[in-house]
């Protein structure tokens, strides 16, 4: 394929146990947004947490706005 046997041995590896960050590390989302449902509970809270950490702008779909609040400004406080 396109893809040369260095380059293919130089991809990580990800399992069911590999985390949002793991997979989110090293890449830069800057000027990049995303829409993430869910995102103010469970797995959706580690998507908006590494996506906002590689710099991507979120907006966070969620059925309590005031629980999706609180989820914003915890992330925000630990991303600037």
Do not use: P
């Not at 103010?40 to 907006?59: H, P, Y």
């Amino acid at each position: 394929g396109f893809i040369s046997k260095y380059k293919m041995s130089n991809l990580k590896k990800f399992s069911a146990k590999s985390t949002a960050l793991e997979v989110i590390e090293d890449h830069d989302l800057r000027g990049y947004e995303a829409i993430v449902t869910g995102g103010s509970d469970g797995i959706g809270v580690e998507t908006v947490r590494a996506l906002a950490k590689a710099g991507a702008r979120i907006v966070v779909g969620a059925r309590n706005l005031d629980k999706a609040n609180e989820v914003i400004k915890k992330i925000r406080g630990e991303t600037g």
